[in-house]
């Protein structure tokens, strides 16, 4: 029985999230630059992208690039910063191929203009696709996702459009960058840090969390499925108690 057998349909998580780490140390051991730990990475993103679409995710959301990540060398932002340019030219087929609307969340004003000109054409022309919501998460910090939050409501709450007393986790969640999307049911990280770094953290408050030692630029569909089997095996109690669930 090959391992995509072993997944069952009817229990997908209906949102993957990924922080797809380990594109440096990828480069280092086999004596690379970093950026072609980047470049290599690319292909991960597609397989991914492709796989989650046609085993029937409706949201699968990456972390591209942090709001910490601008800290790195410059050297190394510009690389990433073209390599989104570049993926987008080149991805929007396999998009419209497979039906996949695109969606990014984060502080989308900090990147490149051309980033973000092709960012916002990829999502336009993307936009009546529904097979499955690809987000990327670029100059995304979840902390500064929650204070853009708060000032958000706060001017509501300021104009009389919001009482105080209203506010609860639907408001907060209609004002986040994620606001469309529903909580993320299985969160990977990969490289074998077992962190999250400032990903999605109201978001994740009931995840399953699955660490695997693959650096991100070998992880392929075959790793995926691993993930969602790891997944399925999981009791989700949500606080209740294992009686209660089954
Ligand atoms: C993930 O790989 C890509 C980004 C954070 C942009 P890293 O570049 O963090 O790779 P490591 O962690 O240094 O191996
Ligand atoms: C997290 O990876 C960010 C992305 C994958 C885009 P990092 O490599 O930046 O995280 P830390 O610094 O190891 O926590
Ligand atoms: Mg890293």
């Known amino acids: 029985m090959s391992l995509i057998e072993h997944i069952h349909t009817d229990y997908l998580p209906k949102h993957i999230a990924i922080i797809m780490d380990g594109n440096g140390r990828w480069a280092k051991q086999k004596g690379l630059l970093r950026t072609v730990g980047h470049e290599n990475g690319t292909k991960s993103v597609r397989q991914t992208v492709e796989s989650s679409a046609e085993l029937g995710i409706k949201n699968l959301t990456l972390y591209a690039f942090s709001t910490e990540n601008w800290n790195r060398p410059k050297l190394e932002v510009q690389t990433l910063m073209k390599l989104l340019v570049s993926s987008l030219k080149k991805e929007i087929k396999t998009l419209q191929k497979n039906d996949i609307k695109l969606n990014a969340i984060g502080c989308l004003n900090e990147l490149p203009q051309k980033a973000q000109k092709e960012l916002l054409e990829v999502i336009e022309k993307t936009k009546n696709n529904n097979r499955m919501c690809l987000t990327l998460a670029l100059s995304y910090g979840s902390r500064e996702e929650l204070i853009n939050t708060v000032k958000k409501i706060s001017i509501k709450v300021k104009n009389n459009i919001i009482s105080p007393e209203n506010i609860d986790e ?28 400032n990903f999605l953290l109201w978001q994740i408050a009931y995840a399953e969390l699955y660490f695997t030692k693959v650096l991100w630029p070998d992880f392929t569909k075959e790793h995926l499925y691993e993930a969602i089997i790891e997944y399925q095996k999981r009791e989700r109690r949500f606080g209740k108690t294992s009686e209660q669930i089954n």
């Open 170 to 197: 639907s408001v907060i969640n209609e004002h986040l960058y994620t606001q469309n999307l529903p909580d993320v049911d299985l969160l990977i990280r990969t490289s074998g840090e077992q962190r999250i770094s």
